[in-house]
């Protein structure tokens, strides 16, 4: 590491360094396209389960059947009198089936108000469904007859609701979020210049991870979902971001210190890159750890962000170095640092005076930290989990509010029928499957919807409301009637079932990543401090912060926004990010202190660590936990609750965690903290650091 820290920052290289890795960042930005997706409906179902395996079946089946869309006409006048006019227009706008689709039958309500026509969309793909709604919409718009409004509804609606959701939203969250960075950059830095450098640096880097991501899923042939890209950019620029301003806190610090830029951040970049590199190392394979999960793009999100990881700490430890000695001070102005001016460290920063209050009463802190954080858990006990269809937008769009326009007049479970769907055209089997689904008491009807290929589908009607607990314990009931009296290849699926099976997919990754991802991180700080009791003690914050930000997010969520629930995958993804990320301050924070306690001692190394570093972690938590919370620009309730619960979760690790209770626990427990390590200070007295770091033999872990 020494001989490339070196090439990096030598006056020699450096502009060679910088110059050859900006142009191959830019022929790969330039020559290479982002991978291309092949979306399948199974893309976001749990692998194994029984509506994943009805949706493969439904797929075998010709594409005219692959889908349908409810047109919903209501009148306050009345509907009856226009019945005539509205089977004409059903049957002019119904998307062309080549003959093969049911015919087109336009049924009103009893109440009188409301009819509903149901149309084949003979779509495969999620764009070719958006445009076929798409064009049915303005052709209702253009032949209903005055008086009558029409909606469209149903499973290709919804479908074509969502793909609309994401319609330009990546560029508008890229353009959010380096908007974020670049005003908290010039806050941080108050520098009209500096800030620049490492935001053109890692949004370079956002674009190479882009397109280095979406490659390796495409050469894996591991699915990806819309929604993908967008986190993967926001975790680039935030993770990015965090490692530059570590970076950067260093370099100021060493140029106080030294008459050469090159040989300052030459001792920048040594103590930076190990620490850097073993906390990216631990979010790469916290990041690997969804590629067990059962849900497909599950595993695209956890492989792509994880090359987002690699490329956001290259360009942190490589081009960002290279550009900054080029520059020289003058790229700090007005506040240049001097030679002679006092560290961090050594400075009477506010992160100085906590440590020093934190100092004369540490176990009243850890009680005191500990009571705050306890209150914050208390939301935890109440969460619910489970969004239904109808509450995965932040704006209603017209599928689902037609859909509940639609169980004012109908049956609930007309707008989106439950599908059984069985390898079979046996007439007696056939009668089997609707008398066994006829048994059970929440379903209203059963109807044989169609037969091709050998399968045979019936749309079962349920009388529980969409979303229900309800409507899954049917789903239960329905497919305990299946088991015994239906044919081996029967499945139950559609939306109901499919919302059973990924909560219970969810849980399912909750019970095996959880652990999993905690046994990583703790095997990593083990190994990077060469302690047990320290990195027991700091996962154990790291779960605690996690459990306090579900607390106060679910206040939030019921209280200010409105949610009823917490979407199933919500609490997976935020455990990730935020214990794969959080270990990143961890790190910055104890390697300091086990640098400054190889001088000082444990007590006073602690102190001078939060002092040193009190103020990049602060300022890399605000910004990481701004990023993320950009996420709610994308009108998708799941991506909103996460970006929610990751800017609770970080600025609690960051201002509470990090600042007040890691402190407050080293200072109590001195020695104790890094057992069996030893680290107290050597008998003749402070050595200097320029001399320590070059002892090869030496075991000190450099950071920033």
């Known amino acids: ?85 509205l089977q004409q227009l059903s049957q002019q706008v119904a998307p062309d089936t080549g003959g093969q689709g049911p015919p087109v039958q336009v049924v009103s309500a009893q109440d009188g108000t409301a009819a509903i026509a149901v149309l084949a969309v003979p779509a495969v793909t999620a764009t070719e469904t958006a445009d076929q709604v798409g064009e049915l919409r303005d052709s209702l718009g253009e032949g209903v007859p005055d008086g009558v409004t029409a909606q469209v509804t149903g499973p290709a609606a919804i479908q074509a609701d969502l793909a609309a959701v994401f319609d330009g939203a990546n560029v508008t969250l890229l353009i959010t979020t380096a908007s974020v960075v670049a005003v908290l950059l010039l806050v941080t830095y108050r520098s009209p210049i500096l800030w620049i450098i490492p935001l053109a640096v890692v949004g370079l880097g956002d674009r190479v991870a882009g397109i280095g991501a979406t490659n390796v899923l495409e050469l894996t042939g591991v699915p990806f979902d819309e929604s993908t890209v967008g986190i993967l950019s926001v975790l680039v620029f935030g993770a990015g971001t965090d490692y530059s301003l570590l970076l950067i806190s260093r370099y100021r610090d060493e140029l106080k210190n030294h008459a050469s830029r090159h040989e300052a951040m030459l001792l920048a970049l040594r103590r930076t890159a190990e620490a850097v590199f073993a906390s990216s190392s631990t979010v790469f394979l916290g990041l690997l750890t969804l590629l067990l999960s059962v849900v497909p793009s599950t595993r695209g999100l956890g492989l792509a962000c994880a090359v987002g990881i690699v490329v956001a700490a290259t360009f942190a430890l490589v081009l960002l170095p290279a550009v900054l000695v080029i520059f020289g001070r003058w790229v700090f102005w007005p506040l240049i640092p001097r030679l002679g001016q006092p560290a961090l460290a050594d400075g009477r920063s506010i992160w100085r005076r906590v440590g020093n209050a934190v100092e004369k009463r540490p176990p009243a802190f850890i009680i005191g930290t500990l009571a705050v954080l306890a209150v914050m858990c208390l939301g935890v006990f109440r969460i619910d989990l489970g969004l239904s269809t109808s509450e995965q937008f932040l704006e209603e769009p017209e599928a689902i509010t037609a859909a509940n326009r639609l169980a004012d007049s109908f049956p609930a479970g007309s707008t989106d029928p439950t599908v059984v769907v069985t390898r079979s055209t046996d007439q007696g089997e056939l009668a089997a499957i609707e008398e066994a689904a006829l048994s059970v008491d929440s379903v209203d009807e059963v109807r044989q919807s169609g037969q ?25 009931g329905l497919r305990g009637e299946l088991e015994g009296a239906a044919p081996p290849e029967t499945h139950v699926t559609g939306t109901e079932a499919e919302t059973a099976d990924i909560d219970d997919g969810a849980a399912r990754d909750r019970q095996v990543i959880f652990p999993l991802i905690l046994g990583l991180v703790l095997v990593a700080l083990i190994g990077l401090l060469r302690s047990v009791v320290a990195p027991i003690l700091l996962i154990t914050t790291v779960a605690f912060t996690y459990v306090c930000a579900l607390g106060v997010s679910w206040w939030l969520f019921t209280g200010v926004f409105g949610f009823s629930a917490l979407d199933a995958g919500v609490p997976l993804l935020a455990f990730i990010f935020l214990v794969a990320l959080g270990v990143d301050y961890n790190i910055f924070l104890v390697t300091r202190a086990l640098e400054e306690a190889r001088t000082v001692g444990s007590r006073t190394g602690m102190l001078r660590a939060l002092a040193a570093t009190g103020g990049v972690i602060t300022s890399a938590g605000i910004l990481l936990a701004a990023v993320f919370a950009a996420l709610g620009v994308l009108p998708l309730v799941v991506l909103a609750q996460l970006g929610v619960v990751i800017f609770v979760g970080v600025l609690i690790d960051t201002l509470i965690v990090r600042t007040v209770l890691v402190p407050a626990i080293g200072v109590t427990m001195g020695d104790a903290f890094w057992w069996p390590r030893s680290v107290r200070p050597p008998k003749h007295g402070a050595e200097t650091i320029e001399a320590r770091i070059k002892d090869p033999d030496d075991e000190l872990v450099h950071v920033g």
């Open 452 to 476: 091709a290929a050998g399968i045979t589908t019936f749309d079962v009607v349920l009388s529980p409301e969409p979303g229900s607990s309800d409507a899954v314990q049917a789903i239960g």
């Open 1 to 85: 590491m020494s001989r490339i820290a070196s090439v990096i920052t030598c006056a020699r290289t450096a502009w060679m360094v910088a110059l050859v890795t900006f142009l191959l960042a830019l022929a790969v930005a330039g020559a290479l396209p982002e991978g291309e997706r092949d979306p399948s409906p199974l893309d976001a179902l749990p692998a194994g389960y029984d509506s994943t395996e009805g949706t493969a079946l439904l797929s075998e089946l010709p594409e005219d059947e692959s889908s349908s869309a409810i047109v919903l006409y209501t009148s306050d006048g009345g509907i009856e009198a226009e019945l005539p006019a």
